[in-house]
T-cell receptor, first 115, second 116 residues
C-alpha cells in the first residue's frame, strides 16, 4: 500500500525559532499533498493543499507567512513553522494523494511543543 | 455545503462483539466518495475503507464493512469480531469526486474502547 513518512515525529523548540517538517511519499508520486493540524480530542483541521510545482492553497484563517509550505518534488512537501510560539504547539499531520486512487494516505504526524 | 456527522462521541464494546459506528453525510454532489480512518493513540491516521457513491455493493475490507444507505445518506462502519487493538478514534470523511482540490470533509470522530 501507499506509504507516507513524516519527519520529525517529535520536536521541542524555544519560542521564536523556526521548525521544518518533512512529508514524503515513499512508494508513489504525489501531485497533491495536504497539511493538517489537530488539537487534542478534535478532528483534523485542513491548513493547506500543496500541489507540486505551484504555490500552496491555504485555508481561511491560516497565515501564509507563518506556515510556509513547499512542494518542490512529487515525493516531498515541507511545512515550516516560522517564529514558532507556544500557541503553535499542536499535532501536525500530512497526507498525500496517490492518483488515480481517491484515497489520502497519511504520515505518522509530528508533535510540536514550543516552550 | 458538505457536512459529515458522527453522533457517537464514544463507545464501549465488549471484545469479540461486532460494533457499528454511525456516519451521516450531507452533500449536493451527485458523485462523491466516503472514507473511514482509524487513529490510534499514536496519532497516525490509518485508512480503513472507501465507498464510492455509485458503487452498488457495500465495501468490505477484512473485518471492516461499510453499510452504505444512499437514500438515508448514511455510511456506517461495521467492525466484526472486535479486538482490543481496535480501540482508537474513528473518523468518517467525504469528498466530492468532481472536486479538483481533492479535499476531505471530516466528521468529529468516535472514540471506540474495546473492553476485555
Amino acid at each position: 500500500g501507499a506509504v507516507v513518512s513524516q519527519h520529525p515525529s517529535w520536536v521541542i523548540c524555544k519560542s521564536g525559532t523556526s521548525v521544518k517538517i518533512e512529508c514524503r511519499s515513499l512508494d508513489f508520486q504525489a501531485t497533491t499533498m495536504f497539511w493538517y493540524r489537530q488539537f487534542p480530542k478534535q478532528s483534523l483541521m485542513l491548513m493547506a493543499t500543496s500541489n507540486e510545482g505551484s504555490k500552496a492553497t491555504y485555508e481561511q484563517g491560516v497565515e501564509k507567512d507563518k506556515f510556509l509550505i513547499n512542494h518542490a518534488s512529487l515525493t516531498l512537501s515541507t511545512l515550516t513553522v516560522t517564529s514558532a510560539h507556544p500557541e503553535d504547539s499542536s499535532f501536525y499531520i500530512c497526507s498525500a494523494r496517490d492518483p488515480p486512487d481517491e484515497t489520502q494516505y497519511f504520515g505518522p504526524g509530528t508533535r510540536l511543543l514550543v516552550l | 455545503a458538505q457536512k459529515i456527522t458522527q453522533t457517537q462521541p464514544g463507545m464501549f464494546v465488549q471484545e469479540k462483539e461486532a460494533v457499528t459506528l454511525d456516519c451521516t453525510y450531507d452533500t449536493s454532489d451527485q458523485s462523491y466518495g466516503l472514507f473511514w480512518y482509524k487513529q490510534p493513540s499514536s496519532g497516525e491516521m490509518i485508512f480503513l475503507i472507501y465507498q464510492g457513491s455509485y458503487d452498488e455493493q457495500n465495501a468490505t475490507e477484512g473485518r471492516y464493512s461499510l453499510n452504505f444507505q444512499k437514500a438515508r445518506k448514511s455510511a456506517n462502519l461495521v467492525i466484526s469480531a472486535s479486538q482490543l487493538g481496535d480501540s482508537a478514534m474513528y473518523f468518517c470523511a467525504m469528498r466530492g469526486l468532481m472536486d479538483s482540490n481533492y479535499q476531505l470533509i471530516w466528521g468529529a470522530g468516535t472514540k471506540l474502547i474495546i473492553k476485555p
